[in-house]
C-alpha cells in the first residue's frame, strides 16, 4: 500500500479511504499502526500523508521554528509557515514578492510606485474629496471611536494608553539593561524622551543626566557617569585641545586663539591659514542665550565668509556623542581622507531603512532621518556613501507638494571619499521619480554648500539662526522641533503659557546657529 491507494482513478483524495470509520473497516491493521505511531488530536488524514512521507510529527514553522504548520490536504501536505505574519516575514517570501513587484511597477514595494500612488490619490479624491482619507473628519471621528472603545483614550499612543504604558516599560528596561552593563543602578525613571533620571555608578556617585544623553553616551561605549567621566564643560580636557591633537597628528599647522583677522578683534578659536579654514569650539553653557545673543554665531559665521574663510562650529556636545564623525569632517574639509574612491567603481543600490539608520547614525554629523528612499554605493561588498530622500518637511517649515522632494542626507563612510558619488546617487533618483523640484539644506555650522553647487543646486536663500534647546544638566543640544508647543501641550505643559515659558520651568537653555542654506534644483518638463 501507498499514497496512491487513497486517491481516485483522476488522482483526486479519495474522501472515503481517508476516514477513521472506512479504515477500521477495510484496513484495521494499518489504522492500529497509525494510532499508536500518531497523536490522537491529528485527523487521520494527516496521519495517513504523515505516515508516506516517513514524518513522526508535525513539521514546525520554517520562520518561526516553534509552532507547526498548517495541513493543506493529502496531496500538498503541510504548508512552511504556521501563520500570515510568519509568512510575510520570512526573508524568501519578502524577496519573492520584492521581485514581483519589481517585474511589474519597477520598485520593490507597490507604494512606492507612481502609478499607485496616483490611483489611490484618485481614489481618495472620488470618495472623500481629499488626496489623503486620514485627512478628512470621518477618518479622525472613526479613529477616536475605535480607540475610546478598544482603549479608552482618543489616541493610540495618549498619556495613559496601554500601548503608551507597554513602550514606556519597555523603553525602561532596555535601558536599565544599558546601564546594568555598565555596572550603573537606576534610582528614578522619566518616561518623557528628555527626562532626566537618576542613576548611581559602580563607584557610588549619585548623579542625575538626560536619558537621552545617557543613552547617547552608553551606545558610543562611554561611561554615562558624569562624575567618573565628566562632560567637556566641567572636564579637566578642554575640546579645544583634542581638535588640536586631531590637526598635530595630521601634520597640519595651525595658530590658536587668533584676534585682528575677523572684524571687531573677534577671537578665532584656531585657524588654518593654509587652508583658509577656522573653528569655532562652541561650549553649550557659554555659547547660550545666558551668555551670547542670537545673532552671535550667524554675524560670526558671515564674517568670516565676507573674508574667504570657511568657519566650522564644533559643538561640545558632539564631541561627546560623535567624535569620530567630527574628526572625519575636519580631516576631510582638509583633503584628508584614508581612502578615495571613484563612483564608476561603484554600483548604485538601494538601501533599506534599517541599513540607512545605521549608516548615518555612524557617518552623518545629524545623525539618521526618516526617509522615503535611499540610494547607496557599493565597492567590494561595501556601502560607501548613502544619500536618501523624502517629503518636504514640516521641521523646515515647508509643506509637501506633488513633484517637489527634498534630499534629507547625504554621507561618506568615515575616512571614504567617494568621487562623483553625490552625482551617481543623484541621478539614480531623477531617472526613477522625475521629480519637478529637489530642495536641500546644508547647516551652516559645518557646510558653505559647495557639493550642491557641482550638483547642479541653486543657493535660493540664507535662513536666520535656528535655535536648539540644552538641557541645563547634561549640556546637550536637542532640535526645537521635539519641544514644539503643541506637543508640550500635550504632555501635560501649562496650554497658556509660551514655548520659551515651559522650557525656562523645565531648566533648558537655547543656543542659536548659524543658520541654514537653502538649494534648489529644478527639472524642466
Excluded at 105 to 127: H, M, Q
Excluded at 143 to 169: C, F, H, Q, Y
Excluded at 378 to 384: A, G, I, R, T, Y
Amino acid at each position: 500500500m501507498d499514497l496512491s491507494y487513497f486517491l481516485t482513478s483522476k488522482n483526486r483524495v479519495n474522501s472515503q479511504r481517508v476516514k477513521r470509520d472506512w479504515l477500521l473497516k477495510n484496513q484495521p491493521e494499518f489504522l492500529k499502526v497509525l494510532e499508536s505511531k500518531y497523536d490522537e488530536d491529528l485527523r487521520t488524514v494527516e496521519k495517513i500523508w504523515l505516515f508516506f512521507n516517513n514524518l513522526t510529527k508535525r513539521p514546525l514553522c520554517s520562520n518561526c521554528s516553534t509552532k507547526p504548520t498548517k495541513f493543506l490536504g493529502l496531496l500538498h501536505g503541510y504548508g512552511a509557515y504556521c501563520s500570515t505574519s510568519c509568512s510575510n516575514s520570512s526573508a524568501s517570501v519578502k524577496l519573492k514578492k520584492q521581485e514581483a513587484c519589481i517585474n511589474k511597477f519597477g520598485v520593490d514595494n507597490p507604494y512606492k510606485a507612481e502609478s499607485c500612488k496616483k490611483k489611490i490619490r484618485e481614489t481618495n479624491v472620488l470618495r472623500y474629496r481629499t488626496d489623503n482619507f486620514a485627512k478628512t473628519e470621518m477618518y479622525k471621528v472613526k479613529a477616536i471611536e475605535t480607540n475610546r472603545k478598544k482603549r479608552g483614550v482618543d489616541w493610540v499612543l495618549s498619556a495613559n494608553s496601554p500601548e503608551r504604558k507597554n513602550m514606556n516599560e519597555r523603553n525602561r528596561d532596555e535601558f536599565e539593561r544599558k546601564c546594568t552593563a555598565f555596572g550603573a543602578k537606576m534610582i528614578s525613571w522619566n518616561n518623557k524622551k528628555f527626562g532626566i533620571v537618576t542613576l548611581k555608578c559602580a563607584n557610588d556617585h549619585e548623579y542625575q543626566i538626560n536619558k537621552w544623553t545617557a543613552f547617547q553616551r552608553m551606545i558610543n561605549n562611554i561611561d554615562p557617569c558624569t562624575v567618573c567621566k565628566p562632560l567637556f564643560s566641567t572636564s579637566s580636557t578642554k575640546p579645544e585641545k583634542i581638535l588640536q591633537d586631531w590637526l598635530t597628528e595630521a601634520n597640519i599647522k595651525f595658530e590658536t586663539n587668533v584676534r585682528g583677522i575677523l572684524p571687531e578683534n573677534k577671537e578665532i578659536d584656531i585657524f588654518i591659514p593654509g587652508k583658509k579654514i577656522a573653528i569655532e569650539v562652541n561650549g553649550a553653557y557659554w555659547h547660550s542665550d545666558l551668555k551670547k545673543d542670537r545673532s552671535y554665531h550667524f554675524e560670526k559665521t558671515n564674517a568670516a565668509d565676507a573674508l574667504g574663510i570657511e568657519l566650522i562650529h564644533v559643538w561640545e556636545d558632539q564631541l561627546v556623542t560623535k567624535p569620530e564623525i567630527v574628526k572625519s569632517l575636519i580631516l576631510s574639509k582638509l583633503g584628508i581622507t584614508d581612502r578615495k574612491i571613484n563612483a564608476r567603481q561603484c554600483n548604485v543600490v538601494k538601501v533599506s531603512s534599517k541599513d540607512a539608520f545605521v549608516f548615518f547614525e555612524k557617518n552623518h554629523m545629524q545623525g539618521a532621518i526618516s526617509s522615503f528612499v535611499h540610494y547607496g554605493l557599493v565597492n567590494d561588498n561595501e556601502l560607501v556613501c548613502v544619500m536618501s530622500f523624502g517629503k518636504l518637511r514640516k521641521a523646515v517649515g515647508q509643506k509637501h507638494s506633488d513633484g517637489i522632494w527634498e534630499m534629507y542626507r547625504f554621507a561618506n563612510r568615515l575616512g571614504y571619499r567617494t568621487i562623483g558619488g553625490a552625482s551617481k546617487l543623484l541621478s539614480a533618483f531623477i531617472r526613477e521619480f522625475s521629480p519637478k523640484t529637489i530642495m536641500s539644506y546644508a547647516a551652516r555650522d559645518y557646510s558653505v554648500g559647495s557639493m550642491y553647487e557641482k550638483l547642479g543646486f541653486k543657493k535660493i536663500k540664507i535662513t536666520g539662526p535656528g535655535y536648539w534647546y540644552v538641557s541645563e544638566i547634561d549640556l546637550t543640544r536637542y532640535h526645537r522641533f521635539s519641544f514644539r508647543k503643541d506637543k508640550l501641550v500635550k504632555d501635560g505643559y501649562d496650554s497658556t503659557k509660551t514655548e520659551f515659558e515651559i522650557m525656562d520651568e523645565l531648566k533648558y537653555l537655547r543656543v542659536w546657529d548659524s543658520g541654514q542654506l537653502v538649494f534648489e534644483r529644478t527639472f524642466a518638463k
